[in-house]
Each structure stands twice: as C-alpha cells, then as structure tokens.
C-alpha cells in the first residue's frame, strides 16, 4: 500500500461581497460564508490527476489545503469537503483531507492553532506546519507536536528556497520524532516542476536548475539530521507530467543517502503509522477507545492435563519414583547404635552423628565381644550328648 500525503487542490478565490462601513453597527447582520463550489475543468483536471495516481500505485491520497499565516476563524473556509462531494468514489481508494499552514515572523505571536478554534481543525485529518523562520521552527518542533486535540503531525520544510532560513538542530528535531511528528520531502523540488505547491506557498521565486540544486542540497541535510527515521515522502506537484511512481521515488530517495528498506518505508509504513496515530487527536491522549480485558477459554489439553494424577506419570513414559530401600544389615546396625546412645543418655551426642555414618573402631570391638558372650551362653545352654 503506497500512499501519497500531498496532493495539492487548486486555491478558490469566493466573491463574497464585503461588508461596507456605512452600514456597520447598524443592524446585526449574520455573514454565512459562500458555498465554495470548483469548476467543471477543475474537477476534470482533479480526476485526471487522481487516476493517473491510481494508475501508478497509490491507494491512499489526501489533499491538501494551504493556509497563510495563521488560521482565522472570521475568514477560513474549508474547501475540502465540498472538494470530496464533486469527486467521484472509487473502489480501494481513500481520500484524505490535510490542512498546512504556512507560518512566518507573523505567525510567532500565534497562528490558531488554540482550543477556541478546535472545531475549524476537526474535519481535517493530517494537520501539517510549514515554518519559514527560526522562531517558528522552533514552535512548530517543540511546542505543536505533543499530544493533544491539536497536534502537528507533519512538519514540512523549504526545501527549495535559496538556502534554509534556520539551522536544523539536533535537541528540536529529535524533540519532533520523539513526539511522534515526521518530516516531509516533496519530490516536486527534485523535478525543479513550477507547480511545487510547497515553494509557491513558502514564497520561494527560484526555479529551474536552481531550485533542483537547492533541493538536493537541503534534502540531504534533513536526512543526515534525522539519520533516517521519521521521513515521509510526498508529491506535491500540480502537473500529470511530473507525477512518478512509488518504486522510482524510492530509487531517488536512496541517492540522498537512504537505505533501500527506509527508502520504501517513507512511502509505506511510516505514512500509515502516521495516520494511525493522526487519529488519536478526536481522543484523550493518544487513548482510541476503551480498553477492554479479554479472557482466554480453557482449552480440552489443557484442562487434561491440569487433571493428570500424579502415579499416572509413570503412564506417560516418565519414570515413577520408587523409595530407596537400605541394606537389612546397614539397618540393624543403625538400630542398635540407636539403643545404646538412648540407654547411655547419649540422646544429644547421637543426634550430631549422621545416620549413614559407618561404626567407629571401639563400637566395632565392643559388638565383636557382645557376639562371643551370646555365642558362648548359646553353646553352654546346648545338652551334652
């Protein structure tokens, strides 16, 4: 499953009439916002675009939507969703809504992303910063990346621009990756295609062999920052002509110095973990539902076994113990030294003796002699013949 985050839709300009200030405070007049409806040549060039990404091997697509600045409330329309009701269904396919923000010195002091406007985010599913300067940089890797209803999941950079307007500092990317935000490289740039939606949105008026320049040179950076991990790689061109397929993007990847298996994981697996987790911002802290404790069922080998008696192991090819039996002599002998120690009182002596523990030389002559006195009392009791 190859997936591309970025495919950019075409800004709509409404003709919305603007209040005029002779009548302001006049009379309170609620504004509704026009329905935002794209022409029919926009939609054919839309659905051309979208089959030729099919064609190619994509099966997951989100568009996108860029936003200067910041996000206003009084002013922002989202263009999207009437976007997916013009657009034709189509089987095994998903459609993706992702908003970005360009953000500038401007956007330091705030660019909406605070819980007051938590409803204008709710219909978009990837929200991605694009940070033009190093104070905005700085808030979009630290501040906009944790976990909460309105976390930052993608974090795109000009890569075309004449030359980064920040340095790419180890403490604030490695914050970003451990917070679970990616970095996104657009292969437009790589094209040098004039329809990059990232440079036109960033205010980059290079092109051409520069901007391909441009792009190699900052591309190579941000892989060699993040040492590979945490990297998306997406479209973001315009045109048919500069769109290529999965396999062909991985085999450029890999020449800014990705390894074959992270090259094909920027367009597979981290793109689908990404989603996965871009899903957790409609609930508390990364939690997705209830959990729930599942217990397993007692098998018929198992509850056969717990009932196995213990002789019946012998049954079953395993050797029943048997008691060891002494030798009969061994026996009597520790008997009698049993007896004498309890007629001696020697009851606290014997019990430091072991009871294997062989005779001692006096014991062994004082049973020799007890054995001639019973010998010669039998032979004096016999009758004289």
């Given at each position: 499953?190859y ?11 409404d003709?919305?009439?603007m209040?005029s ?35 190619l091997?994509?099966t ?6 860029n ?5 206003d409330?009084?002013?922002h ?14 089987s095994?396919?998903?459609?993706l809504k ?12 705030g660019f909406?992303l605070?819980t007051?406007?938590?409803a ?5 599913d990837l ?5 033009t300067?190093?104070g ?7 501040s906009?990346?944790t ?17 980064l ?6 403490t604030?990317?490695r914050?970003a ?5 990616v970095?996104?490289?657009?292969y437009?740039g ?8 990232s440079?036109?949105a ?10 391909k ?5 900052a ?14 790689v997406?479209g973001?061109?315009?045109s ?6 999965p396999?062909?993007?991985g085999?450029?990847?890999t ?43 007692v098998?018929?080998?198992t509850?056969?076994q717990a ?9 079953q ?45 006096p014991e ?11 010998k010669?009392?039998s032979?004096?009791?016999l009758?004289?013949?």
């Amino acid at each position: 499953m190859y997936i591309d985050l970025n495919v950019p839709v075409p800004t709509i300009t409404d003709g919305a009439p603007m209040p005029s200030k002779k009548s302001k405070g006049k009379q309170p007049q609620q504004q509704q916002k026009p329905a935002i409806l794209f022409t029919p040549a926009q939609i054919s060039a839309i659905e051309a675009r979208i089959d030729l990404l099919v064609y190619l091997g994509y099966t997951v697509l989100a568009f996108n939507q860029n936003v200067q600045k910041r996000v206003d409330p009084k002013s922002h329309v989202n263009t999207l969703d009437p976007l997916l009701l013009q657009l034709r269904k189509r089987s095994g396919v998903a459609y993706l809504k992702r908003l970005t923000i360009v953000l500038n010195e401007e956007s330091e002091k705030g660019f909406g992303l605070t819980t007051s406007n938590a409803a204008l985010f709710t219909p978009y599913d990837l929200i991605a910063l694009l940070p033009t300067t190093a104070g905005s940089f700085s808030l979009a890797c630290q501040s906009h990346t944790t976990p909460s209803p309105l976390t930052a999941h993608i974090i795109c950079l000009p890569l075309t621009s004449p030359r980064l307007p920040f340095n790419l500092k180890h403490t604030m990317v490695r914050t970003a990756l451990r917070n679970g935000a990616v970095f996104e490289i657009s292969y437009a740039g790589a094209l040098g295609a004039e329809s990059d939606a990232s440079t036109s949105a960033a205010g980059s008026s290079e092109g051409g062999a520069s901007a391909k320049r441009n792009w190699w040179a900052a591309a190579r950076e941000v892989v060699r920052v993040t040492k590979g991990k945490g990297i998306i790689v997406t479209g973001g061109v315009l045109s048919q002509a500069d769109l290529r397929a999965p396999r062909d993007i991985g085999n450029l990847i890999t020449v800014l110095g990705l390894p074959q298996n992270q090259a094909h994981d920027a367009a597979t697996k981290t793109p689908q973990s990404l989603i996965a987790r871009a899903q957790t911002r409609r609930t508390y802290r990364a939690v997705f539902s209830e959990p729930t404790v599942i217990i397993p069922a007692v098998t018929a080998e198992t509850s056969s076994q717990a009932t196995i008696p213990e002789g019946a192991a012998s049954s079953q090819g395993q050797p029943a113990a048997t008691p060891t039996v002494g030798n009969g002599e061994a026996q009597k002998a520790h008997n009698k030294k049993r007896s004498r120690s309890e007629d001696d009182g020697g009851a606290q002596q014997s019990a430091d003796v072991p009871a294997d523990a062989p005779p001692t030389q006096p014991e062994r002559e004082k049973e020799g002699a007890q054995r001639k006195k019973k010998k010669a009392k039998s032979s004096a009791n016999l009758p004289a013949q």
